[in-house]
């Protein structure tokens, strides 16, 4: 399996779940279904093209390297002449995460790396609202899938982050993927994420099984505390 890691940082995230009119909140992680809306986005697919659930076949993981913070926003909306409603949304400012996607397939991989470097539409990590903090850092992995590859990455956040958690050695990380990637987990859950329909006409979504698991990584930013032997 050829795998490719996307680092995924902006300003503003937000990866929508199943959520009311008025009150729109987002998933602590890129979902699966958001990586492949901008995978689309980048071959020049439309929200109608139906190759766009062939996407839900790559492996799919990501890693949270940086741990936003929820910030809410209101817009008032006229949903009928006259009638205005208030609309909250939740974003993450600042969080850094490694989304990876992988596939026998490696010529698709390929595909995917330079459709993300030369992409047809513009890209978003999750809302319009939401671009990208400058281009993609992408790489590439031969013969592993995308939990091995995160799980010996080194810790892609900020270096003003890692310097804040600089009292500990290693970093507790989370990664999110396919279960079938982590046949060990602990922690399951079925959640509505596989893409059926981008089109604004009847958006909708399936079901897939995701699992979670922690990793410690390595803080290169770690301070020893003084040891009062140290001075003996």
Request: hydrophobic share 40%.
């Amino acid at each position: 399996m050829k795998t490719l890691t996307i680092r995924l940082t902006a300003p503003l995230q937000a990866y929508g779940n199943e959520a009311s009119f008025e009150r729109r909140t987002s998933w602590p992680a890129p979902s699966k279904s958001a990586v492949i809306g901008m995978i689309a986005a980048a071959f020049g697919m439309r929200r109608e093209d139906e190759r766009i659930q062939e996407l839900n076949d790559l492996a799919f993981a990501v890693r949270v390297d940086q741990v936003g913070k929820v910030m809410t926003e209101f817009q008032t909306v006229e949903w009928k002449t006259g009638n205005r409603k208030l609309t909250y949304r939740d974003h993450y400012q600042d969080a850094v995460y490694i989304a990876a996607v992988g596939s026998e397939d490696e010529e698709l991989i390929e595909r995917i790396e330079y459709a993300l470097k030369h992409p047809r539409f513009q890209l978003y990590l999750g809302r319009r609202a939401c671009p990208p903090a400058g281009v993609l850092q992408i790489e590439s992995f031969a013969d592993v899938n995308p939990v091995e590859v995160l799980e010996r990455m080194p810790w892609q956040a900020e270096k003003w982050y890692q310097k804040k958690h600089k009292k500990k050695q290693e970093y507790p990380a989370e990664i999110i993927a396919d279960a079938y990637l982590l046949p060990d987990a602990t922690f399951t859950q079925t959640v509505k994420d596989r893409v059926e329909s981008f089109d604004s006409r009847d958006r909708h979504f399936g079901f897939r099984l995701m699992a979670k698991e922690r990793i410690s990584l390595s803080n290169p930013c770690y301070e020893k505390s003084p040891d009062i032997m140290d001075y003996l």
